[in-house]
């Protein structure tokens, strides 16, 4: 017997599904919770291969191609260590050939012994011009003839476990097509006996979970822009490594907590520790200007006029709260104002613009336009 760990994202799929998996599939002996071991045999896939070759496909793509490299590949390599399937053998494009393939295979026969689904059923849907980005690998009906769609990814690569079920969730869940279940169900396979086993995982979140856009994340990509408009360039070099790592962390908390349980990236801590020292750093090298009774933190430009001066900067302590990823800041007022042969303004999001006129009454302004270094 052949065998895979599958893990199923309890978050995403509804418990009553859940519950009719763990039923109808015998294959599945649970091993903690939301893990199971899945064992099956290679003749099913032979088995599989030889009966869509005598029945016609609805839509005339069937599972065929991907069986048939599968039942070569169990038929003449060593496929596994204890039961537990490997890819040790051929190039790094065969590998990524065969673990595709594996995927495939493997998340059919899940399906079919999950939900009844008929093999020959099993289609995979042609590919539209204005749905390529969106259209699922397959879909199948079972002997009630509801309809179910999947999107099924294959790696040997454990760090690409991540970004193949966030294409999976936006093809199975963007496919604008009705259907009893949609799921993203991406296998794992090891090149070799040390590395962690393989492993299926398969997720259902509502299609409103799919992406949300949020307030919060606006805020925090708005102030890449700040962070430049003040000159503080090192902050804003880490600061934009700080995003990158937390919207990664909220797509896998969102979409695939699958991947909890394996090796990730302990947390924001070591971005958060970097981004704020740097800044702490930076911070003594820059100007600042008090108005109000509020500081603030920026640079000053020489104006080509060789006799005025420009200031844009933003309020200190909104930017150390932005550092800190707290988007409950202060809203300041949108204000335009002249005064000691000055013009001020000031926008909701804590920035001020600040020009010395060399002659405030006739606001002579340089004609020639300003230079950000």
């Keep these: 017997m052949l065998r895979t760990f599958v893990y199923f994202d309890a978050s995403t799929i509804d418990y009553e599904v859940l519950q009719q998996i763990y039923s109808t599939n015998s294959q599945l002996q649970e091993v903690e919770q939301n893990i199971c071991v899945f064992e099956f045999d290679a003749i099913t896939f032979a088995h599989a291969l030889m009966l869509l070759g005598q029945n016609g496909n609805r839509f005339g793509y069937d599972l065929s191609l991907y069986l048939s490299t599968v039942v070569y590949f169990f038929n003449n390599s060593t496929t596994s260590v204890n039961g537990l399937i490997i890819v040790d053998q051929g190039s790094s494009d065969f590998k990524k050939r065969i673990s595709e393939d594996l995927g495939v295979a493997i998340s059919s026969l899940f399906m079919a012994q999950s939900f009844q689904i008929k093999w020959e059923t099993i289609t995979q849907i042609p590919q539209n011009k204005k749905l390529s980005k969106k259209t699922p690998d397959f879909l199948g009906f079972n002997l009630n003839d509801e309809r179910y769609i999947y999107?099924?990814?294959?790696?040997?690569?454990?760090?690409?476990?991540?970004?193949?079920?966030?294409?999976?969730?936006?093809?199975?869940?963007g496919y604008p097509e009705t259907a009893t279940g949609k799921f993203a169900i991406v296998s794992y396979f090891p090149t070799g006996g040390k590395s962690m086993p393989p492993f299926t995982f398969i997720a259902d979140p509502p299609i409103s979970d799919i992406f949300i856009p949020e307030r919060e994340n606006s805020i925090l990509l708005h102030y890449t822009h700040v962070l430049s408009f003040a000159g503080l360039d090192n902050t804003l070099r880490f600061y934009e490594n700080l995003l990158v790592e937390k919207f990664k962390l909220d797509r896998q908390d969102e979409q695939e907590r699958t991947l909890y349980r394996f090796p990730r990236n302990l947390g924001l801590q070591r971005f958060l520790d970097t981004v704020i020292q740097t800044f702490e750093q930076e911070r003594v090298t820059k100007d600042t200007f008090a108005w109000r009774n509020i500081t603030y933190i920026g640079r000053y430009l020489d104006l080509p006029d060789g006799r005025s001066r420009l200031f844009t900067g933003v309020h200190v302590e909104t930017i150390e709260q932005i550092l800190r990823l707290d988007t409950n800041i202060q809203v300041f007022s949108n204000t335009r104002v002249r005064e000691n042969g000055e013009e001020i303004s000031?926008?909701?999001?804590?920035?001020?613009?600040k020009i010395q006129a060399p002659d405030a009454e006739n606001q002579r302004f340089p004609a020639k336009p300003l230079k950000f270094n």
């Design 346 to 353: 000031t926008l909701s999001d804590g920035t001020i613009f």
């Design 151 to 173: 999107e099924s990814k294959g790696t040997t690569q454990p760090q690409n476990i991540e970004s193949a079920m966030t294409k999976a969730l936006e093809q199975s869940k």
